[in-house]
């Protein structure tokens, strides 16, 4: 797709990135996904980025995206080129919602999550913990003999292949028709990829998340279709992410070759977690970086990802991380 014009470029070919949410201050969790990312970016002497990712304004603080770019540079992990906000960039994201409608591939959807919720219970599916909600196919268009296209939803018809008005009471929510992409591409069913740590991988999306949102009905963008944007737009070569971010690989993939856009490689991080076992978020009560000694945080960031405590000072610290780091997922730096 075209209007991809922030191609970013190192001597290596290598470009990765860091990409957090600015609903508050970076805490130990996060550290180890910037300090990962970074680490990977300088084993292969290639450029590293910072983009907030605030799309989801509901849950973004104010300031916070500022205080985590200081919080970054306190710990001398500072970005090749000037920070990047997602919210500047509806229009590319749109560009692309109108490319999957076109050719068939997205379609609007108004259904709420407790319709969705009631049609999984009526079809005898029981929802794992944390697992995503499946979409049941309420919305999605079916193909008549011939190739006609309908919905078999009456209440979309007004709203096909228009993207409303964000906010009004019947704007749609948009969906990406998993199946109809797997087909027409000639893909099948269970998507499989490797993660350079966690190794082989695979999901069957069409089963287990079904057809998954590209676009709100609140008319905010949904996280895999900018991220997937973005990636492209900017050049990511490698994504060095938290864990808990694996499980939208799958979906992330279909929609880079839907359009028509490159897939990086993936290395996804072990995770910090909080005193209830579950991954260490805002939502469970994670403090801010105490980063009064960025070295002292660094370390226990280091320690999560089986790098060895260090002395410093921090220049040094972060240069022999580097040669660790080079020596098991990298090239030697």
């Known amino acids: 797709m075209s209007g991809l014009s922030e191609l970013s470029s190192s001597p290596s ?33 290639g450029v590293w ?14 300031g916070a995206d500022r205080l985590i770019v200081q919080q970054l540079a306190t710990c001398g992990l500072l970005p090749d080129q000037p920070p990047t ?23 609007p959807c108004h259904c709420s999550r407790s319709r969705i919720e009631a049609a999984q219970t009526a079809a005898g599916l029981l929802r794992q913990r944390h697992a995503p909600l499946v979409y049941p196919g309420t919305c999605r268009p ?21 993207l409303g008005k964000p906010d009004s009471p019947n704007t749609p929510a948009w969906r990406l028709h998993v199946g109809q992409v797997q087909q027409a591409l000639g893909l099948p069913e269970v998507t499989h990829w490797h993660d350079r740590r966690l190794g082989a991988q695979q999901q069957a999306l069409a089963h287990e998340v079904g057809d998954f949102v590209l676009r709100r009905a609140d008319g905010l963008w949904a996280y895999q279709l900018a991220v997937v944007v ?18 939208n690989t799958a979906r992330q993939l279909l929609l880079q070759a839907a359009l028509g856009l490159p897939s990086p490689q993936h290395l996804h991080t072990p995770l910090v977690l909080g005193a ?30 089986g790098l060895p405590a260090h002395g410093g000072p921090l220049p040094q610290a972060l240069a022999d991380w580097t040669g660790h780091w080079a020596r098991r997922w990298g090239q030697r730096a």
Do not use: M
């Open 13 to 45: 070919g290598y470009c990765g990135r860091f990409a957090p949410t600015p609903s508050g201050p970076l805490h130990a969790g996060s550290l180890v996904a910037a300090l990962a990312s970074w680490l990977d970016a300088r084993a292969h002497h």
């Open 49 to 62: 980025l910072l983009r907030l990712e605030d799309v989801d304004r509901p849950r973004c603080v104010p």
């Open 85 to 107: 906000w997602q919210n500047a960039h509806g229009a590319r994201y749109s560009a692309a919602l109108h490319a999957l409608a076109e050719r068939g591939w997205a379609y």
């Open 142 to 162: 079916v193909r008549l003999a011939g190739g006609t296209q309908v919905l078999e939803d009456p209440e979309a018809l007004g709203a096909a292949f228009d």
């Open 230 to 247: 973005d990636d492209a737009a900017q050049g990511i070569t490698h994504v060095v992410r938290g864990a808990d971010l694996a499980d």
């Open 276 to 305: 209830d076992g579950s991954k260490l978020s805002k939502q469970n009560g994670a403090a801010a970086l105490d980063l009064h000694d960025p070295l002292a945080a660094l370390n226990q960031a280091a320690t999560v990802l």
